[in-house]
Each structure stands twice: as C-alpha cells, then as structure tokens.
C-alpha cells in the first residue's frame, strides 16, 4: 500500500509539472517586433558575461558589438532584451547575445548565430534552447545545439551551414540586413506560423500558440542539451533580472478557453486513472469532492485579488488551486486556506444527516454514503495543522508575519507530530509531505535573520519599485547564507522574505474569530486521530500477543508436518479422500491404462504421480480425474488459461511464509502442463509439469489456485500440505467451539439486557466509515400487539422483551417486528433448505443431536434474517436465518438457527450462543 501511495504522489507531482509548464507555454505570446540600433553599454549585472564572450568572439575573429533593440507591440506582450551583435565578415555569420532569463543558466548570457544565404535562407543555431527550432519555417532553418564554449557553439553552427548549397550572403552584415532580422524576418516567421495554424489571435490581437504547438515546445524543451551547471555564484543584481523575469512568466495567463481546456482535461485524465485504479463511481465521487474543495479557494482567491489563479485535478491525489498574491494580507490567507475544507465540511455532515433521516435503498444508498465518507475524510484531514495541507497554511496565518523563526519551531513541532501520528494510522503519503517540510526550516532561519536586518535597517517601503526591494533583499541574503549557487532557490527565499514584510497582520478581532472557527473544525479530526491511535497502541499490545499466537501456531502446525511425513501415500490419500468424500476410493489404475497414457501424452509420467495412481485410478474428493481424463492443458475444454495470465505470464508461489517466492511462467510454457483435474469445487487447478526441465526447477506439481497458486516439489508435498490444512482446520474448529460452549456457560445466568451489551454498539464515526446500522430504539406494546394480530400467535415473553429494549437487533440480524413473517410465505426455494439432523443447544450449553423435518416448521415465524430488497426471485422479501416455532419441541418452543442447523428452546439462549460465538472467535 506504501508503495501504491509513493506512485500516486509521483504521477501527481509529474502532472502537475507537465500541466503548469503546458500552461507557461500556452500563455506565450508571439508579439510584433520593430528593431532598431542603438548607443548602449551593457546592463552592470551581466558587463562580466558580456566582458568574457566579448574577448571570446575577438579572439575568434568577430567586430563589435552592435546594439540592437527590440519594440514588442504591444508592449505587455513579450520580453524582449536588448540583444549585442557581432558579425563574423570572413565566415558571414552573426553572434546574438542577451542578458540570461533562466534560473537555470544564470551565469550563462542567451544567444543564438545565425547566417544568411544568397537564396534567402536564414541559417539559425541556438544553444541549449530549442526556441528557434520550434519556429523554423523551410525558409529558416534552425538547429538546437550545446556547447560549452562559443568557440565549440560556433563550429557546431557552421557544420549545420554546409548542410545548405547556397553561399552566404555578404550584404546579411550591413546594419540594415541586422535590423531586418531582429524584427521583420521575425514577423514574417509569426505572420507563417499564423498560416500553418501554428498560432492564433486572440481578442486582444497577441498571437498564441495552439496546443499541438505549445506541445511541440513542451518537447523540444525536454530534448534539448542540457548545460553544466555553472559552479561560480550568482550576484545580487542578476538576481533581480531573474526574479522580475519569473514573475512576469507567472502573471502571463492563457487564454480563458484555453484554462478551461487544460482544466477539462485533467478533469478527465483524473476520471481515466481512478476508474482504472478503482471504479468509475468512486473516481467520479472523488474527484466531484476534490473540485468542490479546489473551488472554494479558487473563488477566495478570485475575491481576494490573487493573479494567475488556476485550478487542476491531478490523479489518484485530488486537485490543486495556484494563484499568486500581490498584495499579502494574514486575514485573507487564512480565510482562503479555510475556504477550501470549510463548505465540504458542512456539506459533508448535510448529507450524513440525510443518510440517516433519508430511507433511500440501493444504488442511491451507495452513492449517499460513499459522497459523505469521501468529503468528510478529504476535509477534514486537510484541517490537520500540518504544512502542506490547508490546516498548516491556517496555522501559520495566525502567528505574526515577521516572526518567522517562532513560525519555523512551530512547523518543525507540527510536522513531526503530524509525520508521527499519520505513521501510526497509515497515511503514509501525508507523513511523507510533513516530512519533507522540515527540509526548509534553514531557509526559514536565514530568511528569519534577513528580516530582522532589514527592520534594523530600514525596510525599503512598498513604494520603492520591486527591483531596488529584491537587490536590498538580495544582498542581505548573500551576507547571510554566502554567496547563491543555486538561483531559483535564494529567488524564493528573497521572496519570502519579502512577503513576511508586506503581509499585512490580523488585528486581534480576526485572529480570534479565525482561530474559533479552526479549532471547532479541527476538533473532529483530532479525536479521531485520538481514537485511532490509541485503537493501534492497544493492537500494539495485540499484536505482540498476536506474534506470541502465531508463533505457537507455528509450532503446533510443525508438528502436523512431522506426522504428515511419517504416512505412507495410501494413508495420506484416505484420510485427504474421506475428509471431503464419503465414497469408496476406486480401484487403481492398471499397468495398460499408464501405458495409454504416457503415449497419448507424449511424456513419461512422474513417479509419484504413478504412486497415486496405483493406490486409485483418480481421487473425486481431491478433484483428481481418472487416467482417461488426464491430458494437456491446452487440450482440455472449456479450460481457457488465456484468463488466469497477467502479461503473457502466469504468477505461482513456492514455499510459505518467509521462505515464499514468486515465479513467472510464459502461457505458452503453461499449456504444455498436465491437467490431472481441479480441487474444491473447481477453483484449484491441478497440473503436472511433466517436462524434462520443469518451468520452476524442482517443482512439478502445481495447484493453481485463482488467487494464490502454489508449485509443490512433488503430489506427495501436496498430499501432506492438504492433510496439515484439514487437520489444522479441524483443530480450529475444536478449539472454537469449546471456547464458544465455555463463554455460553459463562453467560448462563445473564438475562436479554444484559446479553445485548455483550455486543458493541457501533459510533457514529464507525456508522458512517462502514455504513453500520445503529441499534434501534425498542418498539411499543401497540406495534408487538399488531404483529401478533398480522401472525396470529402470542409471543414469548423474552422474544417480547427483546422487542421491547430493540425493535430489530441488526448484530444477530434480528428483524423488526413489522417485518416478521411466517415461513410459509417464503417461496420453496434453495434459499432456506430445512434438513433433518439438528443440534439442540441446552441451556447449560451441551449439545444434544435431535431429528426435526421440515413439515415440522412449515408454519414457523422468521424473526431474523436479512431483508432482500432487489430479491431474485423477487417474491423473497427476506432471506431467513432464525425461525420461532410455537410447541417445536414437544411441549417447548423451538428457535431454529438455519443453515447451522442449531436449535434453542430460547431466544435467550439464542442471544447468549451469539455472543458467546462473538467472543470465541480469537478463542478467549
């Protein structure tokens, strides 16, 4: 189950990667360009990087730079850098180099080469992003390369040069042919993509890329070469770049339908997956809850001025609302995370009370229940105080914004609490979120000394524009923690930092009125977490006892073994034979009839297969046919072992317990078994493996039971694991029923009260977790006196005491009293087939064999059973298992027990054999 949880965290954590990134290239425009030189230095951040590939390009032959600026039109949609071009004269080919946009290359400046052909050809290679090759048109082609060097990029780009017959085209160097192909060569690659249905115009006139483009993208990006990470640190001030770059990136939105569609379509990769997993009704129910949930932060978010606000089901996991907040408030953080589980809750406990005021019945039941276990469970384990979960956002809300190392003690506290506890009930996947938390209380320690510098300092105001705030952060930070080697992560850090100055804190009034409406929600979860957890500290102590059990199980059933190994064959064949047959074994096989066999076969029969065989020519009560019916797998009818394989390949265990190990074997190997017949009832298979060299060496005889199969060395290993089981299950079944007969005498003097309290009531948590019934309430003389009248009979005084204190008892299946009716009405069914022999139980508990026929109890009552709402046939209302029958036993009344074929002259002692039966079950 572990390992179930793990894979589905993982193939939620891809989705939701897959998707965000989907959106990040859906939400890409393809702004108009208009380009122009201009008199420029490089920007101070990067005059370093500039400074390196300057001397490179000198050193290999190219003049500059020049500075070309590119217009986006509109302005808002595209960045586009200023760009420094140097131009190779002797080759004819041109250098662009700008500012790097990607965390993930800060040290490294983002450029491209290009060359341009006599016959209009534009000859592009870009470094490490696939950006030009996705918009290459026949007319411009373009390769993604790597190379760590401009020296080893620029070789790369003139190999892919010579791929074109055409020369280069001298005039592509001049300043106006550099001007044409930062900004018109580029439209009119936009203006092509249009026209290939690449792109579209949205309302506002930016071009997008259509899906089966952004794609395209999406797996270009994922091919390209990957840099070496750059082991020099990264300055303040490119920081900045960087982070404004990221949250332009995170603004950008896509278009309403295209959000929708995105939305669409997790909704129903969602769906898929959990009717694969599970079944459509659950994964329907699920991800109907989790949607619900999600949208109740997306609509706090919407109302709460959040940007780029997107909500998106994952699979097997649930869903995940993301939005950014430019404005942070503590108040309306909360509010947000409460949002989410809050409206469930109450739902939840909306449709719990109509599953119990509701009489619904069938697949509407179903459906009921199952919704209002679903969005309970779901909401309230994400009010847990636990990050990630909704809960540990609300927690954290509460406490001051810029107490941050006061926040990060509380996390750690709540997250090994919470990593703890979802250990002991199995929520393996929550434990390893909580987990994983803790990995940031260092981020939270440096940001913690950032912000107190910076409130010694002076904090720069909200005012100040964004850049001049991070580079202050920025440099705090590197004074801190050292200089950044990793650029994404000192990005949130700095951001962090800065969302715990601009949060705005609760006033005292929300805080108090947040934390009431918490703690009520918190309450539930945290008792029954309570509950669990002292429910598993009690099977801890059961479970050493347990361990104490099955270790002396173990013995007792070794020493079966022993005597097992001591039989002869014929002996092992008696007894196994007689246990489930009360015929004759037949005769044994005759020396012609092996003979046939073997040749019909086209094998030689194993030895001890030959054994059996010369004790009794087949074993009905083994299910092993006779030697005329033995054949090969794939000759036998209506024998498909298409429909036992998984994979092509059929799955067998060897050995018990620890020692047990899984084979695969190929169906076409299978089919070249030996049937030699099929065990109980037709669910074990037997087969021989007859081969030279059998599929799992050393082992030849295979009793493929459908849902454990199992290999044995040899049919005498069967034989003697068959005889261990049998009389292992008849100690069982000795031990049970003396410890059953010594609770029944225990029980002897205690009345219908107090033998109903023998029996645990479910709560109300258990009610709805398994959809238990409760007990009813007990039913008035007016109701037992028209049931009397309806049945025209009197009824005892203890089965009327019974109905008093509970009108139905559903822990023995008693029926309410309106529901009673006379055998009679039952149609003459396999249903309640009545038999002869019969155990009356006395009252002292011994048992006493008596003779009973079913004319007998013809005109008895049935008190319990189960009601049979969709019955087929439909005229069976009620599926019987305990009958009254007035004067049964001579002078006596007689309650029939059906099926186990145990008569009371009580229903006290009826009630007390049930409960002494409840207990007897772990053998008290």
């Known amino acids: 189950m572990f390992g179930f949880e793990i894979m589905a965290l993982a193939v939620a954590i891809f989705m939701l990667i897959v998707l965000l990134q989907l959106r990040h290239a859906l939400a890409r425009c393809f702004p108009a360009l208009k380009a122009r030189i201009i008199a420029a230095e490089p920007p101070k951040s990067v005059s370093d990087l500039y400074t390196q590939a300057h001397e490179e390009l000198s050193a290999m032959g190219f003049e500059g ?44 400046l983002l450029g491209y080469w290009t060359t341009k052909l006599k016959d209009g050809t534009l000859v592009t290679s870009q470094p490490f992003d696939p950006y030009f090759e996705c918009i290459a048109t026949p007319e411009t082609p373009a390769q993604t390369i790597g190379g760590l060097t401009l020296a080893k990029q620029w070789k790369k780009h003139q190999t892919f040069r010579k791929k074109f017959t055409s020369e280069v085209d001298p005039a592509s160097l001049d300043d106006e042919a550099t001007v044409k192909q930062a900004g018109e060569d580029l439209n009119t ?83 898929s997956i959990g009717a694969i997993v599970w079944d459509l009704r659950f994964a329907v129910i699920l991800l109907a809850v989790v949607l619900f949930h999600e949208l109740g932060h997306y609509l706090a ?111 750690v506290v709540l997250c090994l609490t919470g990593a703890l506890v979802s250990l002991a009930v199995g929520l393996y996947i929550l434990a390893f979120l909580a987990g994983t938390q803790l990995l940031l209380v260092r981020s939270y320690g440096q940001t913690a000394s950032a912000v107190r510098r910076l409130l010694s300092e002076g904090v720069p105001p909200v005012e100040h524009k964004r850049p001049v705030r991070l580079l202050k952060v920025f440099e705090l930070l590197e004074d801190i923690a050292g200089p950044a080697k990793h650029a994404q992560q000192r990005i949130n850090q700095a951001e962090h930092v800065l969302q715990a100055l601009d949060t705005k804190p609760m006033s005292m009034g929300q805080r108090s009125v947040i934390s009431v409406v918490y703690a009520g929600l918190l309450v539930v979860p945290l008792v029954v977490i309570a509950f669990t957890t002292i429910l598993n500290w009690d099977a801890g102590v059961s479970e050493q006892e347990y361990a104490s059990r099955m270790q002396q199980e173990r013995q007792q059933r070794d020493a079966l073994v022993k005597q097992a190994h001591a039989m002869t064959l014929e002996q092992l064949l008696n007894e196994v034979h007689s246990r489930w047959s009360n015929d004759q074994l037949p005769e044994p096989a005759s020396n012609i009839a092996f003979v046939d066999t073997q040749a019909r076969l086209g094998v030689r029969l194993t030895d001890d297969i030959k054994a059996v065989y010369r004790v009794a020519n087949g074993v009905p009560g083994l299910g092993l046919v006779s030697l005329a019916d033995v054949r090969r797998a794939d000759r036998v009818p209506d024998l498909h072992l298409e429909d036992l394989v998984y994979e092509g390949k059929l799955n067998v265990n060897t050995g018990e317990y620890e020692d047990s190990q899984y084979h695969e074997i190929l169906l076409e190997r299978a089919k070249q078994w030996i049937y030699l017949g099929a065990a109980d009832g037709g669910e074990s ?36 694991s068959r005889w261990v089981s049998d009389q292992w299950s008849q100690q069982q079944q000795i031990r049970y029923e003396e410890a059953r007969r010594a609770k029944y005498q225990s029980l002897a003097d205690v009345g219908i009260p107090d033998l109903l309290e023998q029996f645990e009531r479910p709560s109300l948590v258990m009610r709805l977790l398994t959809q238990l019934p409760d007990w009813p309430k007990g039913a008035d003389e007016a109701v037992i006196s028209a049931a009397e009248e309806r049945l025209a009979v009197s009824f005892p005084a203890d089965l009327r005491a019974l109905y008093q204190q509970h009108n139905g008892f559903p822990p023995i299946n008693m029926l309410a009293v309106k529901e009673t009716l006379h055998l009679a009405e039952l149609p003459d069914s396999e249903y309640y087939d009545i038999k002869d022999q019969w155990q009356l139980i006395q009252s002292d508990g011994e048992e006493k064999s008596i003779v009973i026929n079913k004319r007998r109890i013809a005109d008895c009552t049935v008190i319990a059973g189960t009601l049979m709402p969709d019955a087929v046939p439909p005229e069976l209302p009620v599926y019987p298992t305990l009958l009254w029958c007035p004067k049964l036993l001579q002078s006596d009344d007689g309650y029939v027990l059906l099926f186990q074929q145990r008569v009371y002259t009580s229903v006290t002692d009826y009630v007390r054999d049930m409960a002494a039966a409840r207990t007897a079950n772990g053998f008290q």
């Open 189 to 271: 690659q936009r203006e092509t993509l249009l026209a290939r249905g690449a792109l579209w115009r949205d309302r506002n006139g930016v071009y997008r890329p259509r899906l089966w483009f952004a794609l395209r993208m999406m797996w270009k990006l994922m091919r390209r070469p990957k840099p070496k990470e750059s082991p020099a640190a990264v300055p303040a001030s490119r920081l900045v770049i960087l982070a404004n770059t990221l949250e332009r990136v995170r603004n950008a939105e896509p278009s309403q339908s295209t959000q929708m569609g995105l939305f669409g379509a997790s909704v129903l990769l969602s769906v």
């Open 65 to 108: 730079p020049t500075w070309v600026l590119r217009d986006s039109q509109p302005a808002e949609a595209g960045y586009q850098p200023l760009c420094a071009v140097y131009r190779h004269r002797g080759a004819g080919g041109l250098a662009w180099l700008m500012p790097p946009i990607s965390p993930a290359m800060p040290n490294r």
């Open 301 to 411: 978010m919407r109302a709460f001025g959040y940007r780029s606000v997107h909500m998106m089901a994952l699979p097997l996991v649930g869903g995940v609302t993301i939005g950014y907040d430019a404005n942070p408030d503590a108040a309306k953080k909360a509010w947000m995370s409460l949002m989410g589980p809050l409206p469930g809750i109450i739902v939840g406990w909306v449709l719990v009370v109509c599953m119990f005021t509701l009489n619904l019945e069938g697949d509407a039941s179903g459906w009921l229940y199952t919704t209002a276990w679903v969005i309970l469970l779901i909401n309230y384990l994400n009010i847990l105080p636990v990050l990630p979960l909704d809960g540990g956002h609300v927690v954290q809300s509460l406490l001051p914004p810029r107490w941050l190392n006061l926040q990060a003690a509380i996390i």
């Open 685 to 720: 298979l037997l087969f021989l493996d007859a081969e030279e060299k059998p599929a799992i060496p050393g082992y030849r005889f295979i009793d493929f039971y459908y849902e454990s199969p199992q290999a044995y060395e040899s049919i005498q290993a069967w034989l003697e």
